[in-house]
């Protein structure tokens, strides 16, 4: 095979060109939120929350680390809800909402008004998981 040089200069300046995009889509899918809880793809969601047998100061990390997946990824989204395993299941919602400025900051304030318990039951994250599932919205 032979072509000129112009060609494969060319053909460098095009996967030059793919490679630095590839890197720039791997730079972006693994930084920030992305890198904890990957890529929210659905559009209507329930997170739930079990923060089982953390420390207090790994329970503000969990809560660090889902503001701001609710700041950066829900805000995306379409419906969301918070689900939150323990003894008294609790939910931000009775059904998930839809994302707006508000919601998204009311359920960051939710979040951190939670109280720090340890794990309770072994069956509340099985219980908050199917409260989840029930949510009609989330399930379509």
């Keep these: 095979l032979t072509a000129k040089k112009e060609l494969i200069l060319h053909f460098v300046d095009c996967l030059m060109g793919a490679i630095e995009l590839y890197q720039q889509r791997m730079e972006w899918l693994t930084s ?39 700041v950066e990824q829900v805000t995306q989204i379409a419906k969301f809800n918070l689900i939150r395993a323990a003894q008294d299941l609790m939910k931000w919602q009775q059904e998930s909402a839809p994302v707006s400025e508000h919601t998204v900051k009311s359920a960051v304030e939710w979040l951190w008004k939670l109280d720090h318990m340890t794990a309770a039951s072994h069956t509340s994250s099985a219980e908050a998981l199917l409260e989840a599932m029930s949510d009609e919205t989330v399930r379509s």
């Design 32 to 70: 920030e939120s992305r890198l904890i809880f990957g890529v929210i793809q659905e559009q209507c969601i329930a997170i739930v929350l079990d923060f089982g047998t953390a420390t207090p100061a790994e329970f503000d990390l969990c809560r660090d680390a889902l503001s701001i997946v609710l």
